[in-house]
């Protein structure tokens, strides 16, 4: 079992290599899910070890993400010669087939949560490469309008984001 872990561990670090940006934790189940090497349950046990080494790092700014650390890629290129040319297929084509809506998803960020005073505050946030391009926090009577305007936002915040610069220059 140790020698499974061992793989998956690996597999996660290279995954983490390969992207120019953070994963959440959805992202690398996914990728390990739904290419069939293991279960959900496996996926953030590995995931919480790799984190307790000091393999990875974890951020929480907005959802909980990872990247690879130095002692990670230190580690992943003393092991490399375990990722089986498979698993450097599996990679390749995870990023080339989601790899810019992955990027786009982990740049946005939408969220509510109720005020004291009533009402919910709504915070949308647009970033790249970690700089934040826009974050706006927006104030709104009801759950329903708060969970609206979340929703759309992943649809329509390159048309808000062009709206607000036309109105604002």
Not at 33 to 59: C, P, Q, R, W
Not at 72 to 89: M, Q
Not at 137 to 164: G, P, T
């Amino acid at each position: 079992m140790a020698e499974v872990d061992l793989i998956y561990k690996i597999t996660i670090l290279n995954l983490l290599a390969k992207a120019d940006y953070p994963l959440t934790a959805q992202q690398i189940t996914d990728f390990l899910v739904d290419n069939k090497y293991t279960d959900y349950f496996t996926v953030h046990k590995n995931l919480g070890e790799l984190l307790a080494d000091n393999m990875i790092e974890s951020s929480t700014s907005d959802a909980e993400s990872y990247t690879i650390s130095p002692e990670g890629a230190n580690t992943l290129h003393l092991l490399s010669d375990r990722i089986t040319p498979a698993i450097e297929e599996d990679t390749k084509q995870y990023f080339k087939n989601r790899g810019m809506n992955m990027k786009r998803d982990n740049s946005l960020y939408a969220t509510y949560d109720g005020v004291i005073t009533g009402g919910y505050e709504v915070r949308l946030r647009m970033s790249e490469d970690e700089r934040n391009i826009m974050d706006l926090a927006l104030h709104v009577i009801s759950r329903d309008q708060a969970e609206a305007i979340c929703m759309n936002w992943r649809v329509k915040y390159d048309e808000v984001y062009e709206l607000l610069m036309d109105k604002l220059m």
